[in-house]
Structure formats: structure tokens, C-alpha cells
């Protein structure tokens, strides 16, 4: 286990799905932040399930208590540590799983690695109820981020298949507010709501793409040659439940282009140094060149599905069926959104303080 | 800057491009391992340009030579050094670039960072050439992983928009090996040498994309929530100079696929556990399952083309055409494949070590 | 701040002297351990103030809550966070010393670093109280080292001027454990206990000097040239509020001795290769030698003194005095005895499975 | 094995005694920093051995070849890498300490921990020699730091029991330089060099004591709870072989003092806060109060003496008679002095860099 990233600003995770809580603690913390438990918990709002029909009917307040590290309303400088309660928790569900592991899941590998001392009610610390960690920590990144006059919008360009196309980057977060899947081409959204219920009624479930975008960067973040801005973000990504790919730019789609459309020509634009088009994503060289930072993320289907499936009885080696049975999200990616903006904002805090442009202490 | 990778197995990447030479220090190699310098050299001479029609024509013997952590032809527990000297320079190529950043590049990024004082002749740190570093500290690595079985392959899936089948696992090698691209399918391979040639003779470069495979790696491999299996090889593939996107298993694919097709059922195969099909690519909750680890990786295409290109003058903010001249590859991806694998070496080495699977001392 | 201390075995403290609570979390701790709530509550009333007349008289039960990590009992691998709250505060004491630093305390230099917004309550993070954190994670590290039959005693051996006279090393547990001030030489435990009365009279302090050594620790611990066991032990030492000295073995006396009177001479004992001297303190070349590790700590006197100081107005930079009121311990060596065990155990479980001496999974 | 030290100006270092060289690689020195080769060789000069009657006759010209890392005498920001070789080199006399180690050595704890496979000739890694890594580094800090008016200074204020009196702190340097053991009492100077001569004669060593000071370190340098700056310089200083014990401001005195003496009282002085005494030794909390820092380290004697000692013979487990041949130093303390100010520098540089006040370009 290693449940801590970053250098500077170091968030580490702990808690478990079906424990008493989920809890984080950040350690580099500049002092002089206001802290505002309401802006935590609206984010942790938008993480919750919302629409019943296309989420779990797990619910859960999600009131943030702050133990340490703010004092007066203001940030101390000493590491902050925040927690949620657990409380709508069913465990008997998922005692039939502790040696038949969900295919999908980590139960299995889980099992292996901690020699079946794992805590595997509801996946334990692999469930994405410890996303609830990211969010919280995400937030305080996020102000820490605003106060330099960086946002970070994201929205989902892909359910099930289905593809959104994408508005001006002016528009994307105000219509994705309006999808109840977050996706900024409503009819595409409709289509996806469609398709998740239908996904919902066969017991089944989907997968998606989100993109993630960071406005005004300043050049100059990222250290390569290995903390490169892309490494460390899609290693941030990485630890999200259910992702499985991670492209910057133009992405994969740069590799069947040529060179000379590729490549990003330097360009004045408002008296600034800019590129024309941004097919790098804003990273060059593993360091941020100031145009947008541009990240696209795949998450598989969850693989909580009520559909039977074949799996192995850890006892025995014997092949088995696995019929589930619980509350499940049929697509995890709306409630990623909170999520993947609060793992740029945690790498790009982090990221900015090694660059010096973060002081110790902000006075707001 | 930050180059190190690793935590038990932690590799530091010094040289630039035109500097006196590329090296690198590995940190926490185990004692007793047997060092062939014949066998570097020989994944160094993989890397090295061959076809002369579809590479650069700059030409170093690139011989090793171990500075420490060595002794009587076994490593001693302590840092091994490793130097590769830069012979083959011409210097007076890359005064013009200097306040002319070339588009695609880290020019740019690298001047506003270091506030003009990098090494901008040949892109210094950010240059291929450094992957040498990589090559060196991957094939120890490889040698390392070699003593528990595990055994890596990669080959070209594609090229300039051609895209090759990909034959059962146990061609891949061999068929790749036959192919001047590394391409496994060798009818495609013939028509990505073609791209690449029109590329070459219209001053412009390609793209791709490869694919890594590591075989025989056990499971609970991989240290979530946050250094994860997919997270560390993503971060370390990132670090390669060209990469804008990676994947694991199904990859983008998945975001479109039911659970009930993604989802790998577990069966008993051989007496032992494993899933029918590998759409998570091996890796379930960031940590090895036993099957094979898949990835691919996206190239954008080499940013050094001769056609003309808009850019900036950096001293008096004025837009300029760049015209370059020079020694280009027109496509990187053959000559990452040993790159790419020594990547997967290095992070497979260091989890390996984290997870207690590979000792201190190895007794070959 | 930077408050996680370890490579693997990884310990992150959070909480405030008047904050709600003490919180630790660990890292990479084995799965498997049998956790028993009482041990760490046993460890947590040896750090709690004992005898009325030579300590403070804030009282607290210390009650340990485990929030992660521990299922049915055993350790499951995941993060491990324990907590205890605070509840004998009375923070109206320390309003005045907000702007008026108390001389030797932390209040200057934390005002300063963290721009004032430091939670200055009894001293914040920077109060003794933080240690409850210590002494939990040590618990934790203290049952993994007994499973591998290492064992950490610690005396008392200086207090006040009076210095103790070390009994034969099987001794040293049950005598300290018959002295209030954890000191086995009993004459002298008397006499410390005088000088510590005689300041608690006076409303001044008393300093001392601790011993703390591990028994049993295989020869190979420790990773040289920088993370060597002493360097490592002296930093987590120096972290317990009040250290100003650390040595090993013979310490600064080794500094006026000759070459022939310092070497240890290699001998065989038991059948197995030992030492006859111990002047290395059980550590050559940052590695353990399999001899017991010792070292001595030097705490000077606590700074929260009755008597009048002078002190400067933040605000004003003019001088002026200050009176303290309030609860303070006249010594605090008694109380550090199971932290620097505690400190002790957590470097030397870190260090253990880096040297892969120690599995991921302990079977109980 | 772990040769790295620091987070953001980060040392690795590498070389064996009778290597080919001994090796230095910086990550995260700013960029714009003007190299002098001609300082460096400067400070390696006051580490060689110098009278030849106090010292060992091992000479080696200590010429400092940069590898990387600095173009057209500035630094670029990338990894600095520098070496010096290794000549003077007389392996044969070696052989004989394989299987049977030296008394105060690390020859039997490295040969326990790298399974026999370390290099043993002249102590391999754990020579004196790979201080010369660690004094090219600190010339490098010592450079940063100059350019914020910091200066670091040490002398020798005990060697083989003779202790020198503290002359009034501006004449520290300039006495100091004039005495052959660096001793600012020159009186004492005289003795000790008395005393290390007739330890020569008879073929053993004499230990001692260093004092080092940091000068003009702005107050909020130091990373608590646990990467204080006390913590991270012991942690440093016990990286120099033969160190045995550190101790800040009063150090072990303070354990005999009482509160109302020890606690440095806070003054006006020059319109800046400072203490009326500095037993903290310039370090409250873990934090720089902007007080000279002040810190001593003992040495124990050189392990290498021609006294017949008693050791083990490794293969046979039989006890035997060590009678060593070779160069020896009878006292490192001399020539340690530059060691101790170059670990001063690297600690406060990366502390310094961590809490922004140094930032990512200097512009000189």
C-alpha cells in the first residue's frame, strides 16, 4: 500500500468503504487559506449519486468534519485533516464475495496480496467510496488553485458508445451543468442517459470517457524527467477506481497524424506567446506551455453487474457463478467529473509549489 | 527538474544531447546480479538508427562504460553508474533554434523554466538521446526481472495511420523481429516502411503507437491507492520524449463496452487462476492479477521537420518562419521499442522489490 | 510541514495540542498483525503524566480509536488510522502568548514560517501533545519488531545534573520500571526526583538525558550511505519536541578515545561472530552489526517555566516580560520514555523491510 | 543501499574507493548559477590530506570533470553531474581484509548485507573517499547560499581529549585557518597536533570533535514535525563515516541545565528579534529562528590502525590476529572540516528551496 501523492503537497488517503469513515490528510498545505466546509460539500454533493435512475441508491450525507490544520477559518500550515462518516453501509451483502471475487474487481488481487486479511467488504479501500478522500482534498487544491486564477472544468464526451461532440471551450461548463450525465452536447447527454437506463434494466453497466481541462497555467510547471505534468497527472488518474487509459492533446489520435499538422506553431496572440492549435495539450517537454491543459480519461463499466458471471471459489479452485446482488451504478462517469477535476487540481498544486510559484502562506 | 524514478530501484538520468555524455545511477540494484556488458550494449545498438532511409543518419558507437557499483563482474549492492559518451555532435545546427523555439519541441518550455540558462543545443535534457539513460538502467532491470522469468516484449502496432493485427502472443516476438519497424504483422510492417519513406521525402515525420507486454509477472505486484501498477508504468512511459497517451487492457475501447463483455471471469487454467479474456490488461485494483500486463503507448509524431514552420522570436516577441535543417528521424516509434520495454523493466523491478518478491542479494 | 516520517513503513501525524483530536496514520503496515487496542492504550499511559508532584496535572484518558486498516481484528494492509481525542483544554491560558512568544518554545519560529495563522493554542502541532501520535504508531511498530523477537527498552540516566549509573543490561527493564522517573539506578532515581520537585517549587524546569536501546536486531539493517540507521534514528529523535542531542554507542566520549580502545574487536560468541566492546553503539557504517543499538538522547529543559522572561511583543517589537500560568511539567524525561521507544521501533520497522527482512503479510 | 539525499535539491552520489571514480549527481540545483571549477577543486584541496606528518600519504590531484548540467559556465537547471578520479589507488594491500574484517569497520556489516558481493578493496562505498562527492556538492550549496549571504564555518574544538576554548565568533575563521587541524585555539591547535603525532608513532588514532555554524539563515527554514532542521542535518552528518554524535546550541549540556537558564530570552537587537543567549542553537521547533546555527559533531578515531587487533575469519567463523598495512589517517577531523560545511550546505539549500526562499533561477 501506498496511499500518498505528491511531493510538496501531500495528500495521503485512508478509510474504507464499509469502516467507520473516509478521511484524508494533507500534508504542505500553505497557511493563510479560508477554508469553507460548504464549498467541500457541495463538491462532495456532485460526486453523490443523483438521478436514481441512472445511479446507486446508496446515500450518504457526506458531512465534512475538519480535525486539524484550520484554525479561526484560515489554514495553519499544519497538515489538514478532514473525514466523512460512513453511515448508509449494508455489509451482509457482501459476505458471499469474501472468496468468490467479483471478475472485474480487485477482490481478487486484494486477496493475494494481503494473504486474505483484506477488508473486502464492499471492496474495502478499492471501492470508489474512497474517491470521497479525492474529492475532499481536491477541494482544498482547488482554492488554493483559484486564488491564481486557475479553473479546472471537465465534462463527459462518451457513454456507452455514445460520442459528444465538443462546444467552444467557453460553453463547456455551463452546458454540461445542464446534462444530468455532464456531457456539454445535450443531445448526445440524452442519448447517454438513455443508454445507461437500458444498461440499469439488463443488469448491466457502462463505460465512458471523461475530459479534463485546466485554464491558465502559466508556463513553466512540470519537472521532468520523470515528474513530467503528464506522468504525475495520469498516475493521479490512475488511482481513480475504473480507469484505464490516459491521453493528453491530441492524444492517441496523434499518432496517425503527420508532423507538420501536429506540431503546434508559436503564434502572438493578445501580446502573449501562444500556439495555434494545441494538439500537445498544453505540455511540452513535460512542462506546461500556458495554453489550456487538455486530458481525456477512460473508465471502464463498473463491474458490479447483476448479470451471472463465472468466477473461482478461492477455497476450493473450483469454477463457480456468481450472481450479485446490491445496489450498483451502471456508469460510474458522472460521478467521476468531481473526481478527475480534484485529481488535476491535487497534482497541479503540488506541481506549482516545486515550481516556486505558491507561496508557504497565502493571505487572502 | 526531477530525474529519478523508482523507490526501492530508483534510477537518476544525467547528459544532454551535445553535452560530454548520457548517464545514469541506479539506486538499490541488488548485489550478485551478473553484468554482461555485452548484453547493454546490444539493447543500446536496438535503439540506435538503423535503416538508413528510415532514420536519422547521426551514428555513435554508444559503448558502456560502468563507473561504480561493480565488482569482479557482479553488482555490490552499491550505485551502479553507467556512461554512454556523445561523439557525433554538430553543434552549429542549433544556434538558430535558440531564441526561435521549434514547434513541438520543449524549446519553448525549457527557456521559460530555466530562464534561458538550458542547454537548448539539440533540445539538451530534452532530447532522444537521453533515452540512452533509459535503455542502460532498463536492460539491468530487464536482466533482473529475467532471473524470476518474467519477460518483456513490444512491438509496433502502428504507424503513420496504419494499423497492424496482432498475431497470438507467442509470434510476437518473432515476427517483430523481422520487421524493420518492429511491426508483428509483417504485411503492415511493408506499408508503414512506405509512410515512412513519404514522410522522410516530404521533410515531414509520423507517428505511432506501441505496444508492451510483460509476461510470467506474479500476482500483487502494484502498490494502490496511489503508486499503482497502471499509475507508475504510466508516469515512467510519459517521462519518454513523444508520449501523449497510454493505455491499459481494453484500454479507450473499454469506455464503450457493457460490463457484462468487459468484465474478465475468472476460470482455472493449468490448476492455476486466470480470466478468459485480458481486458484489464492484467492489472485489477493496480495490482498484477498473473496474466499478462498489457499497454500501449501513443507517439505524436517527431517534431524536428524541414518543412517551414511558424514560430516566435523569443527576444523581440515577433512571429518568423523556422526552417530546419538537420539530421531528423521522420518516425521515433522503431527505436522507442527497447526504450518502452526498458520503462516496463524499471517500474516491474522497483514494485518487485516493494512488494518483497525480489531480494537484496540475488545468488545467480 | 512535512509530517510523514518513513520509506515503507510510513507514519503521518496530524492533530493540535487544543484541536480537536491526535490522529496518526500508517502506511504500509503489514497485513495480518493482531491489534489489541489495550497494548496501545498501556503504551499511551506510560507518555500520560503519572505522579502529581513531578508533572503537569492535564489529565486525559486517551482513549484509541482505530478508522482504518483493522478488520476483525487483524491488520488488512490498507492505511492504518488511529485517533485520540482531546479533552482537558483550556485554551484561555494561551491567548496571551499569541503575540508574545514564550522563550524556548516553537511560538517565534512558527510564527514566522507559517505567517501567524499558526494555531498557537499550547503550541499547536508543536506541542508535546503531538507525541500521542508517536506512541501509537510505536505500538504498532513495537508488535511487528516482537513477532521477530526484537525487543526495546529505554532508562532514564540523567536528570536535573544527577546522572544514573547503568546496571548490567538484563537488569536495566525491572529496575527503571520500580523508579518514578524510569531511571535503574534507584539511588539516583531519588535524587532526580528531588531536582525535579525542588524546580516544580521554584516554577523552573529540569533536563535529561535518555538511553534507549534495541535488542535482538539482525545484523544488515540500515541503507547506507545516506539512509543510515543512526542518521535515520537521530531524525526521528530530533522530532520529539525537546531533543538537542543524539549519539550512539560511545557518543562523544568515542571522541577523546584512541583507535585501540574504540575498535570493537570481532569476536565468536555462541558460536555466532559478536563483538567484545560495543563503542559502535551496534551500528558500523550506518548498518547494524547485530550487537544492541544504542543511543542517548539529550532533552533539555522543558521552556514553559513559571518564573518571568523576557520576551518581545510581535507586534510592537518592543521587549517586555512574561509571567506564564498554567499546568507544566518541571521534567518531561519521565513521560519521553515510551516515546523514544516509540521512535525507535517505527525507524527500525521502516528500515527492516526495506531491508526485505520483514513480509507484507505477517502470519499470526 | 540508498545514496540519495534531499527532496528538492536532491545528492546522489556514487564511486568506490578503488573505483575508476567517485561521482556526484545534483537534481534540482536552480538554474543561472555561475560555475567556478576553480572553487570546487579549492574546497576537494582542503579535504586531501595535508601535513604529511598528521595525515595519510595517499595523494590524488582531485581534478573535477562536469558531466552535465552547466552550459557556457552557468547551470542549466538540469542534473548536475561532476566527477573526480581515483589514482593513487594501491589495491593489493586489501585482499587480506575480504574475509576478515577490521575492527570499527563496516567490512563485516557490508559484507552481511550485500551477501559478500560488496567491494571490500579500501571499504569500497563506505571509504572516506566518497566524501569527496559529498564535499563537490556542498560547493555548490555553499555557492547557492553565498548568493543569500549565507556563510557556513567549522572548526575542530576537541581532538584525542584536548579541548579548545570558543574564541569570540567573528575570529572563528580566521584562527581556524591558521592552525594545521583547523583549531581557532591555537594553543590547543598545538597540542592536538602533538597528540596526533604520537598516536602516528604508535600506530593508532585519535577521535574528535567539530563545530559548525551557519551564518545569516533568515528565520522559517526547517520542514516539522519531522523533516526538522536539526533531524535532517544529524541525518547528513551521520552520513560521514565515523560520526558517532550530534548535538545542537547547548546539546547534551542542556540536559543538566534548568529552564530559567537554558530558555534563550527574546531581545530587540538592531531593530531585529533575536535571543540574548543561543542555546537553541539557532533551531526552535525544528525552525531557524535566524540565530547563528550551531551544531558539534564528535568522530570517533580512524578504524584503521597497526596495532594487532582481534577479528573473525568470515569463512572459518575462528577467531584471529589482524596485523593491517597501508596508508593511514591517525586523525580524520582536519580534514573532515570541509565534509561537515559541505553537508551543512546541502541540508540548508534543499530546506531552503523547500520553504521558496530560494527560487528556480538565480540570476547572477
Redesign the interface.
Given at each position: 500500500?501506498?496511499?500518498?501523492?505528491g511531493?510538496?503537497f501531500?495528500v495521503?488517503?485512508?478509510?474504507?468503504s464499509h469502516?467507520?469513515?473516509i478521511?484524508v490528510?494533507i500534508?504542505?498545505?500553505p497557511?493563510?487559506l479560508m477554508i469553507d466546509e460548504g464549498g467541500i460539500r457541495e463538491e462532495l454533493r456532485r460526486r453523490s449519486p443523483r438521478e436514481p435512475e441512472i445511479s446507486t441508491s446508496r446515500r450518504e450525507p457526506d458531512e465534512v468534519k475538519i480535525?486539524?490544520?484550520v484554525?479561526r477559518g484560515?489554514?495553519?500550515?499544519?497538515?489538514?485533516?478532514m473525514?466523512v462518516r460512513n453511515e448508509d453501509v449494508r455489509s451482509h451483502n457482501y459476505h458471499e464475495v469474501r472468496y468468490r471475487?467479483r471478475?472485474?474487481?480487485?477482490d481478487?488481487?486484494?486477496y493475494?496480496?494481503?494473504?486474505g486479511?483484506?477488508?473486502y467488504?464492499g471492496g474495502?479501500?478499492?471501492s470508489g467510496r474512497?474517491t470521497v478522500a479525492m474529492v475532499m482534498a481536491g477541494a482544498i487544491a482547488r482554492k488554493i488553485l483559484a486564488h491564481f486564477g486557475i479553473k479546472i472544468i471537465a465534462h463527459t464526451i462518451?457513454?456507452?458508445?455514445i460520442k459528444a461532440r465538443r462546444p467552444s471551450m467557453e460553453l463547456i461548463e455551463e452546458l454540461a451543468s445542464r446534462s444530468p450525465v455532464g456531457c456539454a452536447d445535450l443531445k448526445a447527454s440524452a442519448e447517454m442517459v438513455k443508454v445507461i437506463k437500458e444498461?440499469r434494466r439488463l443488469g448491466?453497466?457502462?463505460?465512458?470517457?471523461i475530459e479534463v481541462i485546466a485554464l491558465n497555467v502559466p508556463?513553466?510547471v512540470?519537472?521532468?524527467?520523470?515528474?513530467?505534468l503528464?506522468?504525475?497527472l495520469?498516475?493521479?488518474?490512475?488511482?481513480i477506481?475504473g480507469?484505464?487509459?490516459?491521453?493528453?492533446?491530441?492524444?492517441?489520435k496523434?499518432?496517425?497524424?503527420?508532423?507538420?499538422e501536429?506540431?503546434?506553431?508559436?503564434?502572438?496572440r493578445h501580446?502573449r506567446?501562444a500556439?495555434?492549435s494545441n494538439?500537445?495539450?498544453g505540455i511540452?517537454?513535460?512542462?506546461?506551455?500556458g495554453m489550456p491543459i487538455i486530458c481525456r480519461i477512460?473508465?471502464?463499466?463498473?463491474?458490479?453487474?447483476r448479470?451471472p458471471?463465472?468466477?473461482?471459489d478461492?477455497r476450493t479452485?473450483?469454477?463457480t457463478v456468481l450472481r450479485l446482488q446490491g445496489r450498483f451504478d451502471p456508469c460510474i462517469v458522472p460521478r467521476a467529473l468531481p473526481i478527475v477535476k480534484a485529481m488535476m487540481a491535487i497534482v497541479l498544486t503540488d506541481h506549482m509549489?516545486?515550481?516556486?510559484m505558491i507561496?508557504?502562506?497565502i493571505?487572502e
Open positions: 500500500m501506498s496511499s500518498s501523492l511531493k510538496m501531500r495521503t488517503i485512508f478509510g474504507e469502516g467507520p469513515c478521511g490528510v500534508d504542505g498545505c497557511a493563510g480535525l486539524s490544520g484554525f484560515y489554514t495553519t500550515g499544519a497538515p489538514l485533516c473525514l471475487p471478475p472485474g474487481h480487485a481478487y488481487t486484494a493475494v496480496k494481503y494473504g486479511y483484506n477488508d467488504r474495502g479501500i478499492f474512497i462518451e457513454i456507452g458508445g444498461a448491466d453497466s457502462v463505460g465512458g470517457v508556463p513553466g512540470g519537472e521532468p524527467v520523470f515528474d513530467t503528464e506522468g504525475d495520469a498516475k493521479a488518474f490512475f488511482a477506481p480507469v484505464k487509459g490516459v491521453e493528453f492533446g491530441a492524444g492517441f496523434a499518432a496517425s497524424m503527420k508532423g507538420s501536429y506540431n503546434d506553431q508559436f503564434i502572438i501580446g506567446i500556439t495555434k494538439n500537445a495539450g511540452q517537454g513535460g512542462i506546461s506551455n477512460a473508465f471502464r463499466p463498473p463491474s458490479s453487474i448479470r458471471q463465472r468466477t473461482v478461492l479452485l473450483k469454477e509549489i516545486q515550481a516556486g507561496p508557504r502562506v493571505k
